[in-house]
C-alpha cells in the first residue's frame, strides 16, 4: 500500500510517499480503507519534534510513529475475531492518534473502540474533518461546566478547526462569542455566527478590559495571571493547545496552589477520544447545526505541501488529505 512516511523530525521535506505493507488488524482492531484524512497540529508538532516535549510521546531521537494522521474517514475492509460493533464494508471515521497514527496510508489498521458509523449524508472529507477538531471543541467548551444562555465566550484561534466548530457549538447553546484570529478570516467567522471580532495582530484580548465568562484557547501562550484578569468572577479558561513551556507549568503547578484563593477556574482540558461525542458531532451535523469548515484539500502524495500551507497559519477550518 501507499504511506507517506518520515524516519526523522524536521521540515514537510522529510514526508516520503512509499510503498509498504499492508497491515493486519490485531483481534480487536479493524482495518480501515482509508479515503480521507485531515492535518492537526499534533501532526505538525511530530513532524517538527518540536517543542522538545513533545519527542517524550513520539520518540526521543527519531519518530516512534512513522505514518502521521490521527483523523479519518473510510470503509472497513476486515475486522478481527474480537470486533463486535463493525462489519467489513461499513463507513467509519474516527481520531487515531491513541493507537499510533497512522491516517496518512491507504489502510490503517485501527482499535474498534477509537471509530464510529460516518453518517449516509456526510462525505468522507466532512467526516475526517470532525474528530480531533470537534471533540476538542465540544470537551472544552463543556470543561468545568456547561455553557449558560446569554455566556459570553471568548475563543482565541478562532479560524481553525477548533475554533470553527466550537464557534458553532456555543452559539448552538446561546451565547454571545468572540473570535479572536486574523482579520482575513473575519468574513468566514461572520457567517458562522461571531458576535464580535478581535484581530490579534491589533489587540491583546487579554488587555482590552473586557472579560468573559469562558474562554477558549486553542494557542495559549500568554500567563496565567493574564487569562485570570480576562475572566469574569467565576469565570472559566481552558487551554486546548500553545505554550508547551512556562504557561503549562503555571497550570500544572502553580495554579492548583493559587486558585485556592480565587473562584475563577484555569486549567488544562483533558481531551479524551469518546464514540459518544462522536456520534454527537453527527447528529448536530444532520440536523444542520455544524458545518464542517475544510479550507483545501491535497491528494495524498502533496501531503508535504499540504503541511507546508498548514504552517503558513492562514487556515479557515481544515486540510483534508484525500487518500482514494
Same mark, same amino acid.
Not at 455553557?147 to 446561546?174: F, H, R, S, W
Not at 482575513?184 to 484581530?199: N, P, Q, T, V, W
Not at 486546548?240 to 500544572?252: P, W
Given at each position: 500500500?501507499?504511506? =507517506?512516511?518520515?524516519?526523522?523530525?524536521?521540515?514537510?521535506?522529510?514526508?516520503?510517499?512509499?510503498?509498504?505493507?499492508?497491515?493486519?488488524?490485531?483481534? @480487536?482492531?479493524?482495518?480501515?480503507?482509508? $479515503?480521507?484524512?485531515?492535518? @492537526?497540529?499534533?501532526?505538525?508538532?511530530?513532524?517538527?519534534?518540536?517543542?522538545?516535549? =513533545?519527542?517524550?510521546?513520539?520518540?526521543?531521537?527519531?519518530?516512534?510513529?512513522?505514518?502521521?494522521?490521527?483523523?479519518?474517514?473510510?470503509?472497513?475492509?476486515?475486522?478481527?475475531?474480537?470486533?463486535?460493533?463493525?462489519?467489513?464494508?461499513?463507513?467509519?471515521? %474516527?481520531?487515531?492518534?491513541?493507537?499510533?497514527?497512522?491516517?496518512?496510508?491507504? $489502510?490503517?489498521?485501527? *482499535?474498534?473502540?477509537?471509530?464510529?458509523?460516518?453518517?449516509? =449524508?456526510?462525505?468522507?472529507?466532512?467526516?475526517?474533518?470532525? *474528530? /480531533?477538531?470537534?471533540?476538542?471543541?465540544?470537551?472544552?467548551? #463543556?470543561?468545568?461546566?456547561?455553557?449558560?444562555?446569554?455566556?459570553?465566550?471568548?475563543?482565541?484561534?478562532?479560524?481553525?478547526?477548533?475554533?470553527?466548530?466550537?464557534?458553532?457549538?456555543?452559539?448552538?447553546?446561546?451565547?454571545?462569542?468572540?473570535?479572536?484570529?486574523?482579520?482575513?478570516?473575519?468574513?468566514?467567522?461572520?457567517?458562522?455566527?461571531?458576535?464580535?471580532?478581535?484581530?490579534?495582530?491589533?489587540?491583546? $484580548?487579554?488587555?482590552?478590559?473586557?472579560?468573559?465568562?469562558?474562554?477558549?484557547?486553542?494557542?495559549?501562550?500568554?500567563?496565567?495571571?493574564?487569562?485570570?484578569?480576562?475572566?469574569? *468572577?467565576?469565570?472559566?479558561?481552558?487551554?486546548?493547545?500553545?505554550?508547551?513551556?512556562?504557561?503549562?507549568? /503555571?497550570?500544572?503547578?502553580?495554579?492548583?496552589?493559587?486558585?485556592?484563593?480565587?473562584?475563577?477556574?484555569?486549567?488544562?482540558? %483533558?481531551? #479524551?477520544?469518546? #464514540?459518544?461525542?462522536?456520534? $454527537?458531532?453527527?447528529?448536530?451535523?444532520?440536523?444542520?447545526?455544524?458545518?464542517?469548515?475544510?479550507?483545501?484539500?491535497? *491528494?495524498?502524495?502533496?501531503?508535504?505541501?499540504?503541511?507546508?500551507?498548514?504552517?503558513?497559519? @492562514?487556515?479557515?477550518?481544515?486540510?483534508?488529505?484525500?487518500?482514494?
Amino acid at each position: 500500500m501507499k504511506a =507517506v512516511v518520515y524516519t526523522k523530525y524536521g521540515s514537510p521535506a522529510v514526508l516520503q510517499l512509499q510503498e509498504i505493507e499492508k497491515p493486519i488488524p490485531k483481534e @480487536n482492531e479493524v482495518l480501515v480503507k482509508v $479515503y480521507a484524512a485531515s492535518v @492537526n497540529s499534533w501532526d505538525w508538532d511530530l513532524l517538527k519534534g518540536k517543542p522538545f516535549l =513533545v519527542r517524550i510521546i513520539g520518540g526521543l531521537f527519531k519518530p516512534r510513529h512513522k505514518i502521521l494522521g490521527a483523523d479519518i474517514a473510510g470503509t472497513v475492509e476486515a475486522i478481527g475475531n474480537d470486533v463486535k460493533d463493525f462489519k467489513p464494508g461499513d463507513e467509519v471515521f %474516527g481520531d487515531i492518534a491513541g493507537s499510533g497514527f497512522g491516517g496518512f496510508a491507504e $489502510y490503517v489498521a485501527v *482499535p474498534e473502540k477509537l471509530l464510529a458509523q460516518k453518517s449516509q =449524508v456526510m462525505s468522507f472529507e466532512q467526516a475526517a474533518s470532525l *474528530p /480531533q477538531a470537534g471533540l476538542l471543541a465540544l470537551q472544552g467548551l #463543556r470543561y468545568k461546566g456547561t455553557i449558560k444562555q446569554g455566556d459570553e465566550v471568548l475563543i482565541n484561534g478562532a479560524g481553525g478547526g477548533v475554533g470553527t466548530i466550537g464557534l458553532q457549538y456555543a452559539k448552538l447553546l446561546g451565547a454571545v462569542v468572540t473570535c479572536v484570529d486574523k482579520a482575513e478570516k473575519f468574513d468566514m467567522l461572520r457567517s458562522l455566527g461571531a458576535d464580535y471580532l478581535i484581530d490579534y495582530t491589533k489587540e491583546d $484580548y487579554t488587555r482590552n478590559d473586557k472579560q468573559y465568562d469562558r474562554i477558549l484557547d486553542v494557542i495559549a501562550h500568554r500567563s496565567v495571571s493574564d487569562y485570570k484578569r480576562a475572566l469574569k *468572577p467565576h469565570g472559566i479558561f481552558a487551554m486546548i493547545g500553545g505554550s508547551m513551556g512556562g504557561l503549562l507549568l /503555571q497550570l500544572m503547578f502553580i495554579w492548583p496552589i493559587l486558585s485556592r484563593f480565587s473562584n475563577k477556574k484555569l486549567g488544562i482540558m %483533558g481531551y #479524551r477520544p469518546t #464514540r459518544k461525542d462522536l456520534e $454527537y458531532l453527527i447528529q448536530l451535523f444532520e440536523e444542520g447545526k455544524l458545518i464542517p469548515v475544510i479550507d483545501r484539500t491535497y *491528494p495524498l502524495q502533496e501531503v508535504p505541501a499540504a503541511f507546508q500551507y498548514f504552517s503558513e497559519g @492562514n487556515i479557515k477550518g481544515k486540510i483534508i488529505i484525500n487518500v482514494v
